[in-house]
């Protein structure tokens, strides 16, 4: 369902309307780099051109069609470049890690000024590794990781890998389940394997109940790339009897830290690393069976900025499964209407009282909706009048909010959030109550912030970084008489969770609850604590499929801030002072919030971090930005196991390293956890 709630005529932020309306447009050539045929796991790098006699720029869209399949969305419109009167696109590379047969590429080149858009399609063939009966497996640009490609299975029937080190020396690890397609061959990316290592594998075929093991394989991984710095890991408490074993994968949301980019990694429970991928901005979700999502940086329409631009999937081995950026997404908003959606480098300096724009992507991109739909957060800078928030400059304010954007499986926008839609006051939000803690942005930003593009002369000198989402969680039932879903929504600043109807995509977007100090629960405080309250948290989402508690990361910046606010810090007692592992039960007829977990972690963490309910009842928690000695920062990956009849527990694992987004902890590269 499209959402059409403020409908407009359309305008670009590519260009003026006063373009040329007899402006045509025209692809020269798509080429590949290597010819057809090639065999699958073989990377092709597309060589296209396209002249505009409109003035551009000129964007470009790739789509892909597998054998016998509909065209689907790799690479959404985003500009080329410019030379000697000829465009070309950013470099598309594709590496097809499926099936065998005849591809179609889809290349749509469009100027979005003049509307003039034209399209050519090419055939690619595809051919099997296997050749025979028996498995092939070989490597890919990733070290760590192996295509596996068996002979076909019979339909109805599905089929896994197992993998394990040579003599046994750790467990197997099994991909998830495959559909049988005949007679086309099963290829697999096999991931979580040490470096340097060598390993047996073989295909697993289940059909009604009965399960044949296929011919076993042999695959050596590489070295780490000595290109990359990897990070370092210490154990402050090893893995024991009473860890968690059975996730026994720790995946690390790298972040980067001065001038060191640091590649995301997984490790086993000791800091061993097992796999590996090359850092965007965050790692903001894994996703069952093996692909994960990503905010990175890179060219858009906004030639002003290429921070948070870009919304990636990818698969294990560092292929693009698809993508989007801010530039197109801003060109769906303003279509479908949205008056906050448009481009921030097309708005006059100073910017007029409520003028709005859309500048970064940020903190989430999440795909646990249905439908494969997915969603994620984007920035908007709002002017507002004088005195806004308090503010004292005698000059329009910039307001940092935030919207929620969903999009389907070709990443299209199809409903979207606008904080400043919801500003009037409770039971919503209320723009005159400012960030908790005064949280505030200048030009050229600063920790924390992304440039704001609407500051300079004529506005307040800072930007009011009001709302700072940081996490969004799709509750599926939400036990209000509807199978609907709602979004669980952590806002940083107001020291709030709160829910949205969403309604799968039929909701008004009203916030129905706000859950925090301040808000519209009562916290049954069992212990006393002088302050129950979670603040300035992290990951906020609801476990056991929503049947169970919501875990939440409590940085407490709040909490530990001086009085009147907090308790005061320094000064305060160690339970006081540190971040905590929080896990609660609400109940939305009674409006209470009874704790289940309150847990000091043990550091006190400013920002970042995430909470997860694991499979055997124990509690995981990633505390980043910990201070670990003058001018250094580093992460703790911790496990919990609760202390029955208390809201405490013991660390049963606490694993030491550089700086993380988030962290997770799971069974293996394949099956990550759903909050």
Known sequence: MRVLKHPRVYVTALAAFCAPAYATVQIQYVKPSLASPQQIGTTINWAIAATDTGAGPLTFQFSLASPGGAMGLVKDFNVGTLKSGVWKPQPFLWTPTGTEGVYQLQVVAKDFGTGESVSKTVKFQVVPLVTGGAPVVVGTANSLVALFSAPSCPAGSTMHVSFQQQGGATPAMTTTDMNCHPPASMTFEIAGMYPNTTYVMF????????????????????ALPSKLTFPAFKMIVPAGAETDTVDGVLLHGSVTVGSVQYPYVATDLAGNIIWYA???????????????????????????????????????AGNIVQETNIGVIQSQLLAMGVSDGGPCNTIPKPAPVGAACIGHFHHEFMQALPNGYSAAFADIEKIFPPGTQGDTSGLPIDIVGDMIIVMDQ????VWYFDAFEHDGGAPQLDINRPAVLGETCTVGGQSGCRTEFLLGKGIAPKANDWIHSNSLYYWAAPQNGTSKGDFIWSSRHQDWVMRISYQDGTGDGNIL????????????????????????????GIENNGNGVMTIFDNGNTRVSPPPLGLGRPGCQPRDCNSRGMAVNFNESTMQVTPVLSVDLGVFVDARGSAQLLSDGHYFFAASLVALAPHVTGSNDIEILPTPGTLTGTQVLNMQGTEVYRSWQMPDMYRPPIT
């Open 278 to 316: 090359k850092q965007q901005i965050g790692l903001t979700r894994p996703l069952q069976g093996g692909n994960y999502l990503a905010i990175g940086n890179g060219p858009s329409w906004n030639p002003d900025s290429q921070q948070g631009t870009i919304l990636h999937k990818m698969d294990l």
């Open 410 to 413: 070709n990443m299209q926008v």
């Open 203 to 222: 295909s697993q075929t289940t059909t009604g109940g009965n399960v044949v093991n296929g011919p076993t394989v042999t695959f050596t991984t590489g």
């Open 513 to 540: 609850w706000r859950m925090g100090n301040q808000g519209d629960f009562t916290f049954n405080n069992l212990n006393n604590d002088p302050w129950p309250w979670f603040s300035h948290q992290h990951e906020a």
